[in-house]
């Protein structure tokens, strides 16, 4: 059964998977930088997609923390940084990099039954 957690992180993932950045939560399809919860935001960063969904969590002081924790526990796993807007914004970062580890996120709250 899908937690709240997982379907949560795995729509965070959609955002990344449809526009990535790094450097801000979030920016416009003109590449400017938004809030996060602007109708206008097409690129999020790992944090940005995470508050992104979490602002519309029922809990989402719970939710965006939890979230996050996943994502740190996913990066010691992969051998990164914990510091999730380290990971983000690496200079030699890559979408696929970051898709990656909200993978194995989703794994980590599958296996805690988060």
């Known amino acids: 059964m899908t937690t709240p957690a997982q379907t949560s992180l795995a729509l965070a993932r959609t955002y ?9 939560y979030a920016r416009t399809q003109f590449n400017e930088p938004c809030r996060v919860s602007d109708d206008s935001a097409t690129k999020f960063c790992a944090l ?3 508050t992104k969904v979490s602002l519309d969590a029922p809990d989402s002081i719970w939710m965006q923390a939890t979230l996050w924790w ?7 796993q992969l051998g990164a940084t914990p510091a999730i807007v380290i990971y983000n914004d690496g200079p030699f970062r890559t979408k696929e990099e970051v898709l990656a580890l909200f ?3 989703l794994r980590v709250l599958e296996k805690e039954g988060i």
């Open 16 to 24: 990344i998977e449809k526009g990535w950045t790094q450097r801000t």
């Open 48 to 50: 940005g997609a995470v």
């Open 70 to 76: 996943a994502l740190e526990k996913a990066a010691e």
């Open 103 to 105: 993978d194995e996120a």
